[in-house]
């Protein structure tokens, strides 16, 4: 069964399907990744839904998975700097009562930012400094979405 939610969750990524990917989690489920870092609850899902309403030409294969793992390479362009990145990531996953509790993405964020930030990438795409910029930038949009998102729940 668990098998079944991790392909399920990423043939949604693959169709930018942000709803069905928010709705595989648990509501206190966590998600941690090199970008982001660390996001709670509804937080999560939030993530999924502002990165498949802004991507383009996203393509995400499942390369290999089971109940526990997954394997899986994104294909997109970085929007910020209209650079192109083949992104591969490991997925850490624990699964109960058919929803995502845990899951801890894991990749090279040296070689992910020489793709999507080019020359600043390379030369600082190793350092805390980098990494922290990026996390801070990607935490910053994602709580204006999620304020955006609230404001129009409220008024509807």
Excluded: C
Excluded at 28 to 48: I, K, N
Excluded at 138 to 156: N, P, V, Y
Aim: zero cysteines; proline letters at 3%; hydrophobic letters at 45%.
């Amino acid at each position: 069964m668990s098998a079944e939610v991790v392909e399920r969750f990423y043939a949604a990524f693959d169709r930018r399907d942000g709803e069905a990917m928010a709705a595989a989690y648990a509501p206190d489920g966590h998600f941690r990744d090199p970008v982001f870092g660390d996001l709670t609850g509804a937080e999560a899902g939030a993530m999924w839904r502002m990165l498949t309403r802004t991507a383009r030409d996203l393509k995400v294969e499942l390369a290999e998975h089971d109940e526990h793992a997954a394997h899986w390479i994104a294909t997109y362009t970085f929007s910020a700097t209209g650079r192109p990145v083949v992104n591969d990531v490991r997925a850490k996953l624990v699964i109960q009562d058919g929803l995502i509790v845990d899951h801890v993405d894991s990749f090279s964020f040296w070689k992910w930012s020489r793709q999507a930030l080019g020359t600043q990438g390379l030369l600082l795409g190793w350092t805390p400094f980098l990494r922290r910029k990026v996390g801070g930038t990607a935490k910053a949009g994602l709580d204006k979405f999620i304020a955006k998102e609230s404001r129009r729940a409220s008024a509807t």
